[in-house]
């Protein structure tokens, strides 16, 4: 039987329905990601919880892109090496102390200013290389990469509370040694600009910059 004209017709809107109809199915299944709309939320824990969790402050140390593909966090008394999907490549525990300080260099080496007088140098892969420890009540509350070694300010606040009048100074260390000390203004932020080394304090006016070295 031949088909004519208008059964044509039928048939081609009956196809199109089905074609519609198949192409929504399928757009509805795959949702498109909505602007706005969180990833799903990665958690990094303290290693001491309790401890950490109980004190009134911590120092706001920022995450620091080592590369494009590596992000140094440090949590409290936990540093985790993040690759470029998120996951945790390393972690580096210092408890029960917390860190006063992370910075990192261009070769990858990680340099950390922790409580109860300690500081640690690790390697790209967070391997620890070397580090100090002082005895006493001052501690390492900076620290950054120098030439071919690192500076480290050492906060005397602990000897002041008890009555002296030590003043901070900061240290210039190569060669597990320490080559030299200067003075180093309290409240002051270590920065290192080529071989300027400058203490940033912030006033009622502003910021003072002092340039070190």
Do not use: C
Not at 6 to 29: D, M, Q, R
Not at 80 to 91: I, P, S
Not at 184 to 192: C, N
Request: aromatic share 10%; no cysteine; hydrophobic share 40%.
């Amino acid at each position: 039987m031949p088909i004519n004209r208008k059964t044509t017709l039928i048939i081609a809107v009956i196809l199109l329905v089905f074609v519609v109809a198949g192409g929504f199915a399928l757009s509805s299944s795959v949702q498109p990601r909505i602007d706005g709309q969180q990833d799903p939320i990665l958690k990094l824990p303290y290693g001491h919880a309790e401890y950490v969790g109980s004190l009134t402050s911590l120092p706001d140390i920022r995450p620091i892109a080592v590369s494009s593909i590596r992000l140094l966090v440090p949590v409290g008394d936990v540093l985790y090496m993040l690759d470029a999907d998120n996951r945790v490549r390393w972690e580096f525990s210092v408890e029960p102390n917390i860190f006063y300080d992370v910075r990192a260099d261009a070769q990858g080496r990680v340099y950390l200013a922790i409580s109860d007088g300690l500081f640690r140098v690790l390697d790209a892969d967070g391997k620890e290389l070397w580090g100090n420890f002082m005895n006493g009540s001052a501690q390492y509350s900076q620290i950054a990469p120098y030439k071919e070694g690192l500076l480290v300010v050492v906060n005397m606040w602990g000897y002041r509370q008890k009555g002296s009048k030590s003043e901070d100074h900061i240290e210039y260390w190569q060669n597990k040694k320490a080559v030299w000390r200067k003075n180093f203004p309290q409240e002051a932020r270590l920065e290192v600009w080529g071989e300027k080394i400058f203490a940033v304090k912030p006033t009622k006016d502003g910021k003072e910059i002092v340039e070190i070295r």
